[in-house]
């Protein structure tokens, strides 16, 4: 048993080092609760891809997961379909360097998602997930309860922490703005 | 015992993973795999970005010719991961020395792109619409190119060249794209290297590479080559270049200079090249510019016809209006009836936008490209523009010219002043 607890700690670190190659600004706490509505905790139950040709430019593939779970931000219950660019549709891939690690948005995978509205990103797009590997965040259980991984300095959830925490630091930080 | 067992097995499991994060922390950079041959160090910017401080300065600096606002922004972006210095080093207030990545890596301006291109044309460009909270990003994989997209409308880009005081930085956040086009993933090093995950503030703090992106770029193409071509001035008196530096060859150098075949596709990315330039001393060596196919901007040596990356120069800054008018930009509008034409076949090529009443001359571009029409001595033909500044000329397809590929561009004369059109290319059947 605390073998399995070693493995799990070892696995968490390896998760902190295998972020995405995205370009986004700097995004603590504060700032991606200003820039987002939805942070969803829970698990994605589906992901898919759908491609899109904006006017005078170029065909984009863009992935979409599907994540079902509870809203952090009112504590309400929520489905949420939150889209990042990149992926691989019928054949075609499109790997951008802002795209999230495979293994952070794999299906059944257990996930806090920031997410805010988007335009222009086709007719089965409206949401996103936020600054796209800087919104997605994975979570795992422990004997203290579910624990959100970090991805280090400069990214809305810095390091390894309990959701429970992650909640009062955004209620406090939501509070605060008020 | 088995306490002990415990205790060792998860002190080995606690030490595997120091050693990653003590890895992590002591080296910093990532790599994506992979790294560009020397067939694909060109890049070039499609200015599309919609905000008028992307391209509110004016300014021309002499280690940039031809370049300004987020044009030079871009270039001096990627030149900050070349081999050595460009030029003197100048040109931002910002840096000691734009060229700093001390690698067998180098890339190679190629000015504008008419269009955004293809995922691998390495085209620098803007993209509308939101970005959902991305700056950019590049499109990989990057051994056969890349591309680059800027979130032009969603963000305040800002083309400096000093500091950044609202809005984002070109320049930084180039510098970090291209190195992701090179092959660099993120840094976890302390400091905030270009290569971090985020962009601190502005971002001009990326404009400048740190210890740890140089030893990113380091491990993927290797230290720069003692052997290395290096340039350390070019002297330009009309037609004539003399380069001087060290490590030319003897006889087998390759000065590359930029197109100006102007496109949105792959072709735009290929350098014009001087093929053959002997060095009896290798440190300097001299050559003639071609009449065509070329602009002002940089020149880089390449000393062999190998493919080893230590084989190519840094890129040195070049100006000249001269050359028979292959130099300058692009003004006037140049265009045929048939861009696949057949053997045969009669091809219309059209001028507008020219000086009115000028003379001017049909040429091919890329002499290194054996142009077909031999018996024309590189002459497509002559004419004179109208007195609204177009032209139009005639000419059939010779035999001669079967599934070749050919650049043809037109100068024009007024006033002792040369005017260059863009270039066409012909893919004959």
């Known amino acids: 048993m605390k073998l399995l607890r070693w493995l799990t700690a070892s696995a968490a670190i390896l998760l902190l080092m295998q972020a995405g190659n995205a370009c986004i600004e700097e995004l603590d706490l504060q700032k991606m609760i200003s820039k987002t509505d939805i942070a969803v905790q829970g698990t994605i139950t589906d992901v898919r891809t759908v491609k899109y040709t904006p006017e005078n430019d170029d065909l984009l593939i863009y992935t979409i997961v599907t994540i079902e779970g509870t809203n952090l931000y009112d504590n309400s219950p929520i489905t949420v379909d939150a889209a990042f660019l990149g992926g691989t549709f019928e054949g075609e891939s499109m790997m951008v360097t802002s795209m999230p690690a495979p293994s952070e948005y794999r299906l059944g995978n257990d996930v806090v998602v920031f997410s805010g509205t988007v335009q222009g990103w086709g007719p089965d797009i409206d949401r996103c997930v936020y600054a796209s590997m800087g919104g997605i965040f994975r979570t795992i259980d422990s004997r203290k309860g579910k624990v959100v991984l970090g991805k280090g300095k400069g990214f809305a959830v810095e390091g390894n922490q309990l959701v429970s925490t992650l909640i009062s630091d955004i209620a406090k930080v939501t509070s605060e703005a008020r | 015992m088995k306490n002990v067992l415990r205790l060792t097995a998860g002190s080995l499991i606690l030490a595997g993973a120091s050693f990653f994060v003590m890895s992590d922390s002591a080296i910093g950079y990532s790599t994506i795999g992979g790294s560009l041959n020397l067939g694909q160090r060109d890049f070039r910017v499609h200015d599309n970005f919609s905000g008028s401080s992307a391209n509110n300065n004016s300014t021309n600096h002499s280690n940039w010719p031809g370049y300004t606002g987020a044009e030079l922004s871009i270039w001096k972006g990627g030149a900050e991961w070349n081999s050595r210095p460009h030029g003197d080093g100048t040109g931002d207030s910002s840096q000691v020395d734009v060229g700093s990545g001390g690698a067998n890596m180098t890339f190679f301006w190629e000015g504008m792109a008419s269009g955004i291109g293809n995922s691998n044309d390495n085209i620098v460009s803007s993209i509308s619409g939101s970005s959902g909270g991305v700056l950019a990003y590049c499109e990989t994989p990057i051994n056969d190119g890349w591309r680059i997209r800027f979130y032009g409308d969603a963000w305040n880009w800002q083309d400096g060249p000093?500091?950044?005081?609202?809005?984002?930085?070109?320049?930084?956040v180039a510098c970090h794209e291209l190195g992701h086009s090179l092959g660099l993933g993120h840094s976890t090093a302390g400091g905030s290297p270009t290569m971090n995950a985020y962009i601190s503030g502005s971002g001009t703090g990326q404009r400048s590479?740190?210890?740890?992106?140089?030893?990113?770029?380091k491990s993927i193409y290797s230290a720069m080559s003692s052997t290395m071509p290096k340039i350390d001035n070019v002297s330009v008196q009309g037609s004539t270049v003399t380069i001087t530096g060290s490590g030319f060859s003897s006889s087998t150098n390759r000065v590359w200079l930029m197109s100006?075949?102007?496109?949105?596709?792959?072709?735009g990315g290929d350098h014009a090249t001087v093929a053959d330039v002997p060095s009896s001393n290798g440190t300097s060596m001299t050559f003639q510019l071609p009449a065509s196919g070329w602009e002002s901007g940089c020149i880089a040596v390449k000393?062999?016809?190998?493919?080893?990356?230590?084989?190519?120069?840094?890129?040195?800054?070049?100006?000249?209006?001269?050359?028979g008018g292959g130099g300058g930009n692009d003004t006037v509008t140049f265009a045929v009836s048939d861009l696949t034409p057949s053997t045969g076949q009669g091809?219309?090529?059209?001028s507008s936008n020219a000086p009115a009443s000028a003379a001017y001359t049909i040429v091919y571009s890329?002499?290194?490209?054996?142009?077909?029409?031999?018996?024309?001595?590189?002459?497509?033909?002559t004419g004179t523009t109208t007195a609204w500044g177009t032209g139009s000329f005639y000419r059939v397809v010779p035999n001669a010219g079967a599934g070749r590929t050919v650049f043809i561009e037109a100068q024009y004369i007024s006033a002792g002043v040369v005017y260059d059109s863009n270039t066409i290319r012909l893919d004959i059947l």
């Open chain 2, 366 to 381: 890329f002499t290194d490209r054996s142009p077909f029409f031999t018996t024309y001595n590189g002459i497509v033909g």
């Open chain 2, 347 to 350: 091809l219309t090529f059209s």
């Open chain 2, 303 to 323: 000393r062999t016809t190998g493919s080893a990356y230590g084989d190519l120069s840094e890129s040195h800054p070049f100006d000249s209006a001269g050359g």
């Open chain 2, 162 to 172: 000093g500091s950044v005081n609202s809005g984002m930085d070109i320049q930084g």
């Open chain 2, 209 to 217: 590479l740190a210890s740890d992106d140089i030893a990113g770029v």
């Open chain 2, 260 to 267: 100006d075949l102007l496109d949105g596709g792959n072709s």
